[in-house]
C-alpha cells in the first residue's frame, strides 16, 4: 500500500466515523401575541443537537441552546440578560415549553415566559404590561448526511482505489 492509498483510506474513514452523530442546528421563529394588554412580539432561538422523536429533550444555554432571543415593546432580551438559565424543552419531538427570565434596565423592565406564554412587565410605564401566548415554528433544520450515505460514499470510494490498483498492476 502506498502513501497515497493509506490517506484517501484514512479521509473516508473520517468521513463515515462523522456520520454516524446525526446531530443538527434547529431554528424557531416566535411569536408573542398579546391577550391581555398591548404588546406583542417576536423572537427566536436555535439549538444545537438532535431532538429526540421520543421522550423528552432538553436544551439549555450553554448545553444545546445556542441562542434565544425576544423583541418586545422596541427592548430586546436575549441570553445576554437572563437572570436565571433559559430552557426550551421539547416532547417527543415537540415544542412544549420556553423558559427565561430576562430584565433590562435594572428591572424596568422584565420578560418572563412558561409553558408557551409569556408575561411582560414595563414597571415604569405599567400601562405596556402585557401577558400573552408563544407561538413557534420551525425555520431550519440542517441535519448531518445520515449514516448511510456516508457508508455508500465510503464503499464507492474503496471501489475507486481498488479499481485503480488493478489497473495499475496489470503488466505491460
Do not use: H
Not at 484517501?8 to 391581555?36: I, K, V
Not at 423558559?99 to 410605564?125: E, M, R, S, V
Amino acid at each position: 500500500m502506498n502513501f497515497k492509498s493509506v490517506l484517501l483510506m484514512s479521509a473516508l474513514f473520517a468521513l463515515l466515523s462523522t456520520g454516524c452523530s446525526e446531530a443538527s442546528t434547529l431554528t424557531y421563529d416566535l411569536a408573542l401575541t398579546s391577550s391581555s394588554g398591548p404588546e406583542s412580539g417576536q423572537g427566536t432561538f436555535t439549538v444545537n443537537g438532535p431532538v429526540a422523536s421520543t421522550g423528552y429533550s432538553v436544551f439549555t444555554a450553554g448545553s444545546g441552546l445556542s441562542s434565544l432571543s425576544f423583541s418586545i415593546d422596541n427592548n430586546k432580551f436575549t441570553l445576554a440578560n437572563e437572570l436565571v438559565n433559559a430552557t426550551v424543552t421539547f416532547d417527543n419531538g415537540n415544542l412544549i415549553n420556553i423558559a427565561y427570565l430576562g430584565a433590562l434596565d435594572g428591572f424596568k423592565l422584565d420578560l418572563g415566559t412558561a409553558g408557551l406564554n409569556y408575561a411582560f412587565l414595563d414597571l415604569i410605564n405599567s400601562s405596556l404590561t402585557s401577558i400573552g401566548t408563544i407561538s413557534a415554528s420551525p425555520v431550519s433544520e440542517a441535519p448531518l448526511p445520515p449514516s448511510w450515505t456516508l457508508m455508500l460514499i465510503g464503499l464507492a470510494g474503496l471501489g475507486v482505489v481498488t479499481y485503480r490498483r488493478k489497473t495499475a498492476v496489470v503488466p505491460a
